[in-house]
């Protein structure tokens, strides 16, 4: 009864409170509604909404603790990840509203990376449909579903930049470059969030991993991140500011150090740069007990002192480090802790909650028939096809070996054809596969049972050889042969670094007796990260990166082999020729000996390998092909307040309609610290239908051009540019022009 009066009295409090007549913003009604809050709690209730917990529903993490629906009951817990369901979501809501003391609704997060039931293809498979509009609605679509099965917020989007295909997690993010990864980065902040956080089938966006997790040394997960502050702030933070500015609510610190510190004990990266230059104004979150191993990472002797220096640095919430809610509390006692920080983190979250309007509607997301309407709906699968559709990449077609013709025989083989869990990838948050259809019950429906043979050759891993016959004796009946290899779903995402980026076990093997049947060969690639291809790319006549696709990509296979959809996806990372390439990506520095100079010894370059990559940035075939014109330039001199306008002529020369991706790239020839040979600033992606152009201008103007200069202020400096329009990162036209003084 106690505890019901306690509830009443908050909601009469916060309800008061925002009925004064002197209210004259939002922001400021807020502010009141989170202080009438605050003034009613104890310490003990403060540092519990500075706490997350998982539960025992889905396990993210090395450690769970137990006994968190009384944490929740008592105060000590504010926030709990990895539970989902409107029915169970409800339960533990109930419990903080009804049972605990003060009756503060909970947050619900959950890893909703590339949807929540209906699974959409990995971000870096996403990122290559280059396409803002396809990528928000996928974060719209997960964001829906989420909502109604009780999540209210997602650990997503994670906006680390990478050049490190030994790293599992480049799976989970854009690619590799700052520009294309600060519009994807905002587009899923909106379809995250929608127009109005307190919007039913809205979720809170977390932009992680602050910062700079996408650069561990040796590819190696959770490794240390060394960089010049430069790079970082030219290449690795702008994603992380773009979603910032998009109004995400709450950013998770990452694991890693930088410059000797590691993020949840760093006030540079917390609290100067994050707070104060970058304006952020929701809470920080940590990756999963992130402030404990600041032990391990040596810069603390002991938790009690780990849990000082993260709220110190900035971090507001604890994810299931038990660290904030084990010494917060004696080390206010003892003077060490000043209050107030505690106050201000708790404000932080309080604010968001009430944004997301939970205090007036605590089970809003607890809906069950809801759920049940949302959950799968057709037309969120249908959205789940186009993007997966949309995110694959022709990386070869000899002879136009692709697309395949309705009726021909074919036989497919690999493991991977008919697996459904592999399609869904890494962070399959609650999707199912039984229910699936796998790639070759797709091929199957849409060729007739009687034109398509399956066999599965061999695993994908392991030495077994023992299907190689069967699968060398089908194949020679056949008129093609699909083969379907690459890597495990759980080799790509989180703690799933390789040391090697071949396609693992014997499938390369078997392609290469394939191979010699002289029948043309397609092979469609299932993996999460870019791969050495260089032997594949002469075994196979066709070759289609196909990522994990999600819950619908069998079927989006199907379509792109059988030229239902023309390809259109380009590639958002560097696909190098071997590992020793390694960091290796589009936006490097010319060296003082590039390649181009005379002496053919003493320069930047390998003695056994070429310098440029397999596949390079921005690449991608189509079944339609498109030429470049020449580019003009409106001007070839850029002033202050000016614009230039640089146009090519693109025409689909090609027999089928289709789309590309028409990029620009920039580079400043001389600067007060050296620049990038290439740098994205704009692209389109046009549909061209067969026999036809069309002219694409990019407007270029002086603020696209600037940098981190020599005395680290951002701006541009004056001088001589080149500038390129292509259909990817190397296959370009190019022209100068000069910006003027500044
Ligand atoms: C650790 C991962 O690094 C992070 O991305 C994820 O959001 C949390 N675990 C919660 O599952």
């Avoid at 010319?590 to 596949?615: A, F, H, Q, V, W």
């Amino acid at each position: 009864m106690k505890k019901y009066i306690f509830t009443s009295l908050l909601f009469v409090l916060i309800f008061t409170s925002c009925n004064k007549s002197n209210i004259s913003s939002t922001e400021e009604r807020l502010d009141q509604r989170v202080d009438s809050v605050i003034k009613l709690m104890t310490l003990e209730e403060k540092i519990g909404q500075m706490v997350l917990y998982t539960s025992d529903w889905d396990v993210t993490g090395p450690t769970l603790k137990s006994g968190y629906l009384d944490d929740i009951r008592s105060g000590n817990c504010g926030n709990i990840f990895n539970a989902h369901t409107a029915k169970y979501t409800r339960k533990l809501q109930k419990i903080a509203v009804e049972e605990s003391r003060l009756g503060i609704p909970l947050l619900f997060g959950y890893d909703v990376i590339h949807g929540h039931k209906t699974i959409f293809p990995i971000s870096l498979g996403e990122s290559a449909s280059w396409d803002m509009v396809a990528i928000e609605k996928s974060a719209r679509v997960s964001a829906i579903e989420a909502a109604a099965s009780g999540i209210n917020w997602t650990f997503a989007p994670m906006c680390d930049i990478s050049v490190e295909p030994r790293w599992g997690r480049v799976s989970e993010g854009a690619g590799e470059d700052p520009y294309l990864g600060s519009l994807i980065a905002v587009a899923r902040v909106h379809g995250f969030q929608g127009n109005d956080l307190s919007d039913s089938l809205s979720i809170l966006a977390c932009v992680k991993h602050f910062a700079a997790y996408g650069a561990p040394l040796a590819g190696r997960d959770y490794n240390t991140v060394d960089m010049s502050k430069r790079v970082f702030l030219d290449t690795y933070l702008p994603p992380y500011k773009a979603a910032i500015d998009a109004g995400a609510m709450s950013v998770m610190s990452s694991f890693n150090e930088l410059d000797g510190i590691p993020a949840s004990g760093s006030k540079y990266l917390l609290t100067d740069l994050l707070r104060t230059e970058l304006g952020f104004k929701g809470f920080v979150v940590t990756d999963y007990t992130s402030i404990n191993e600041m032990v391990n990472h040596g810069i603390v002797a002991n938790e009690v002192d780990a849990g000082l220096l993260a709220i110190k640095a900035g971090v507001d919430m604890d994810m299931q480090g038990e660290v904030y809610f084990k010494y917060l509390k004696n080390q206010v006692n003892e003077g060490l802790l000043d209050v107030k920080l505690i106050d201000e983190s708790v404000r932080r979250i309080l604010k968001v909650k009430f944004m997301l309007d939970l205090f007036d509607d605590p089970y809003k997301y607890c809906n069950e028939e809801r759920e049940k309407r949302l959950v799968y709906a057709p037309e969120h699968l249908e959205a789940a096809l186009d993007v997966a559709k949309k995110s694959m990449v022709l990386l070869k077609n000899e002879n136009n070996v692709l697309p395949l013709q309705k009726g021909e025989k074919i036989v497919v083989i690999g493991e991977l054809a008919a697996s459904t869990r592999d399609l869904l990838g890494s962070w399959k948050a609650a999707g199912d596969w039984d229910f699936m259809k796998s790639t070759i019950d797709e091929i199957k429906l849409y060729n007739g049972e009687s034109n398509v043979i399956y066999t599965e050759g061999c695993k994908k891993m392991g030495e077994d050889r023992s299907g190689f016959p069967a699968a060398i004796a089908l194949a020679r009946r056949a008129d093609k042969i699909v083969m379907v290899i690459g890597e495990d779903w759980e080799w790509s995402g989180e703690a799933a670094s390789r040391t090697s980026i071949k396609i693992p076990g014997v499938q390369t093997e078997l392609l290469e007796k394939l191979k010699t049947l002289n029948k043309p060969v397609i092979v469609v690639l299932m993996n999460g990260r870019p791969l050495d291809l260089s032997k594949e790319s002469t075994l196979a006549d066709a070759i289609l990166e196909a990522w994990y696709p999600g819950t619908m990509g069998g079927k989006a296979i199907t379509q792109v082999l059988f030229g239902d959809y023309n390809p259109s996806g380009k590639l958002t990372m560097t696909f190098p020729r071997t590992l020793g390439q390694v960091p290796i990506f589009y936006y490097e520095k010319n060296t003082g000996r590039p390649l181009y100079l005379e002496n053919p010894k003493y320069k930047s370059r390998y003695i056994d390998c070429p310098n440029d990559p397999l596949y390079p940035f921005g690449f991608g075939l189509s079944y339609s092909t498109f030429v470049y014109s020449d580019i003009k330039l409106s001007t070839s001199e850029l002033t202050e307040n000016g614009n230039l306008e640089a146009s090519v002529n693109v025409t689909n020369t090609g027999g089928v309609d289709g789309e590309e991706v028409v990029q620009c790239y920039i580079r400043d020839l001389v600067g007060s610290v050296t620049r990038p040979v290439k740098e994205l600033k704009g692209f389109e992606k046009i549909y061209l239908k067969a026999g036809e152009s069309k002219v694409i201008t990019f407007k270029i103007t002086p603020d696209m051009l600037a940098f981190h200069r020599l005395d680290m202020t951002y701006g541009t400096e004056p001088g001589d540019f080149k500038l390129f329009i292509g259909g990817n990162s190397r296959d370009v036209k190019e022209t100068n022009f000069a910006l003027s003084v500044q």
